[in-house]
Nanobody, 113 residues
Framework: QVQLVESGGGLVQPGGSLRLSCVGPGSIFSRYTMAWYRQAPGNQRELVASVTVFGYTNYADSVKGRFTISRDNAKNTVYLQIDSLKPEDTAVYLC???????WGRGTQVTVSS
């Protein structure tokens, strides 16, 4: 069964940084755009960032300049580097292969002092 597994979340103070990772099958990372979404309690899931197989990236306005998405297809991994964390970034962050229905279960990011 196809599995995407996220890691790297945690409790961080405002202004801190985290690096999230998502690993999955090589069949996924060799052909699909990968994306990070986030979902806070009571809110709909929102697209945070995406990166194509060729490395083209896209970001939500709220995270531009602070978040960086990247991928290493040889390692079957997609990353989300998060800097200058704000309390409003608190959410479950989920990895997905776009247009496939393949999702991870998510990793919790909590920003609080």
């Amino acid at each position: 069964q196809v599995q995407l597994v996220e890691s790297g979340g945690g409790l961080v103070q405002p202004g801190g940084s985290l690096r999230l990772s998502c690993v999955g099958p090589g069949s996924i990372f060799s052909r699909y755009t990968m994306a990070w979404y986030r979902q806070a309690p009571g809110n709909q899931r929102e697209l945070v960032a995406s990166v194509t197989v060729f490395g083209y990236t896209n970001y939500a306005d709220s995270v531009k300049g602070r978040f960086t998405i990247s991928r290493d297809n040889a390692k079957n991994t997609v990353y989300l580097q998060i800097d200058s964390l704000k309390p409003e970034d608190t959410a479950v962050y989920l990895c997905a292969a776009m247009d496939t229905g393949y999702w991870g279960r998510g990793t919790q990011v909590t920003v609080s002092s």
